[in-house]
């Protein structure tokens, strides 16, 4: 089945710094990538809409330069947290779909999320 | 318009129960429904979905239920078992464009043994 691989599974940093948090689909290509942010004991929260090779849409509310999205790649899609403050501390999870020729029927695959926690 | 409802917000259920769970939507231009599990810690896993030409899906333990008129969608889940204690998502998606997903609010299933 669709594999998509999310690195790292946990990062502990300090207030000020960065961090980027890779997600890729092992065996199948995906021409749109979806972060999503999740608070304990809540759903699903989309912030942004990462396609491959062009700006990433963010959802409403979601600051596109605190959270940065690169889709360099069919298979690789990157979300950088910038000056992470305490309040970014979250689960981010990413999903991904088959562009392939079946993709019409294809759901879309989660990774196992980062637990982000920021000092 | 977007929202997706879902309901109960938790769930206790024997071991060898029916836990079921609903979910309702408004848009009618939704026409892709899929259940997500999530065990703690990790990410959703997709356990069923349906399209709204079926009303109804059945996969193993696990059944859809699709009432297009009433725009509602439940699943159900046959004989629980502690191992299915998790949280249940249901989401709701247009299968054009850029196939955003929207996402019910959760179920807590606890099953007990």
């Known amino acids: 089945g669709a594999v998509v691989s999310q690195h790292p599974s946990w990062v502990i940093c300090k207030s000020g710094t960065s961090v980027k948090i890779e997600c890729r689909s092992l065996d199948f290509q995906a021409t749109t990538m979806f972060w999503y942010r999740q608070f304990p004991k809540q759903s699903l929260m989309l912030m942004a809409t990462?396609?491959?090779?062009?700006?990433?849409?963010?959802e409403q509310g979601v600051e596109k330069d605190k959270f940065l999205i690169n889709h360099a790649s069919l298979t690789l899609s990157t979300l950088t947290v910038t000056s992470a403050h305490p309040e970014d501390s979250s689960f981010y999870i990413c999903?991904?779909?088959?562009?392939?020729?079946?993709?019409?029927?294809?759901?879309?695959?989660f990774g196992n999320g980062t637990r982000l926690t920021v000092t | 318009q977007q929202q997706v409802k879902q309901s109960p917000q938790s769930l206790i259920v024997q071991k060898g129960g029916i836990s079921i769970i609903n979910c309702a939507y408004e848009?009618?231009?939704?026409?892709?429904f899929p259940w997500y599990q999530q065990f703690p810690g990790k990410g959703p896993a997709l356990l069923i979905a349906i399209r709204p030409d079926v009303s109804e899906k059945k996969e193993g333990r696990f059944t859809i239920s699709f009432n297009k008129s009433a725009k509602q969608f439940s699943l159900h889940i046959m004989d629980s078992q502690p191992g299915d204690s998790a949280t249940y998502f249901c989401a709701a998606s247009v299968a054009t464009g850029t196939y955003k997903y929207i996402f019910g609010t959760g179920t807590r299933l606890k099953v007990l043994a």
């Open positions: 990462s396609n491959e090779g062009s700006k990433a849409t963010y």
């Open positions: 848009n009618t231009a939704f026409d892709y």
């Open positions: 999903s991904a779909r088959d562009a392939g020729p079946s993709s019409y029927n294809s759901p879309l695959h």
